[in-house]
């Protein structure tokens, strides 16, 4: 696991010698089938290295990206034997979906953020993500061949629209949260069996008319909504 962040250093020259020789690393370690890799970054900087790796780890079947991650890196939808994702929330949007549901071989998808932590800068991030698209995720139709797990653990989930042929694989859908805006399309997913809810705090408002809504309807899943 390599945690990154600006303040580990004493000076800046220090810290981009530092990131390098991670991101050197990173790159030695994939010519030797490197399978597992977990990254706490809270870097701008290392973020564009790694985006901009010569050499990515392609051999990956586990990697966790988490902290201030804005987008994913440009190689990660290459990835021809990744079998287990787990990435920040602050990278969960429509976009990064669309880029995602090309790996073929995905068994596991996980979003999340530490609520623990209380960084402004995540929070500030999870603001503008919604913003920009105006309080919807949509997952696409397609892609997602082998997926069977998707998990979402984000203090405010904004509406999370299921298209038609998403996710077709999907067994099993977590999601975490103190206020839900939104969940629909759920008849469109060909295999779920299990929608599991966790509600952080008391329901009220908005989420408990969805989740209420939700209980009426439940078909061919089952529903378990723990508050």
């Not at 392609?58 to 890196?73: D, F, H, N, Q």
């Not at 653990?153 to 839900?180: Q, T, V």
Request: aromatic content about 6%; hydrophobic content about 40%; charged content about 25%.
């Amino acid at each position: 696991k390599l945690p990154i962040s600006d303040q580990n250093v004493a000076s800046k020259k220090k810290s981009d010698h530092m990131l390098k020789e991670l991101i050197s690393s990173i790159q030695y370690l994939s010519g030797y089938y490197l399978q597992s890799l977990i990254v706490d970054v809270e870097s701008s900087e290392f973020l564009i290295l790694l985006d901009a790796m010569d050499s990515p780890p392609v051999y990956l079947t586990a990697l966790e990206l988490s902290g201030r991650l804005v987008k994913i890196p440009k190689w990660l939808p290459d990835l021809g034997k990744l079998v287990k994702l787990n990435l920040s929330a602050t990278a969960l949007h429509t976009d990064t979906l669309k880029l995602l549901s090309k790996l073929r071989t995905l068994f596991s998808l996980t979003f999340s953020v530490c609520a623990a932590k209380h960084d402004p800068d995540i929070t500030a991030i999870l603001v503008k993500n919604k913003s920009n698209y105006r309080g919807e995720i949509f997952v696409p139709a397609g892609g997602f061949l082998k997926l069977k797990l998707l998990r979402i653990f984000i203090p405010h989930l904004p509406s999370l629209n299921f298209s038609e042929g998403a996710m077709s694989a999907l067994e099993r859908l977590e999601l975490r949260f103190k206020r839900l805006e939104g969940l629909h399309g759920m008849d469109k997913l060909e295999s779920i069996h299990d929608v599991i809810m966790t509600v952080d705090g008391q329901v009220e408002g908005t989420t408990k008319l969805i989740l209420d809504e939700l209980k009426r309807a439940q078909g061919k899943y089952v529903l378990n909504v723990q508050e």
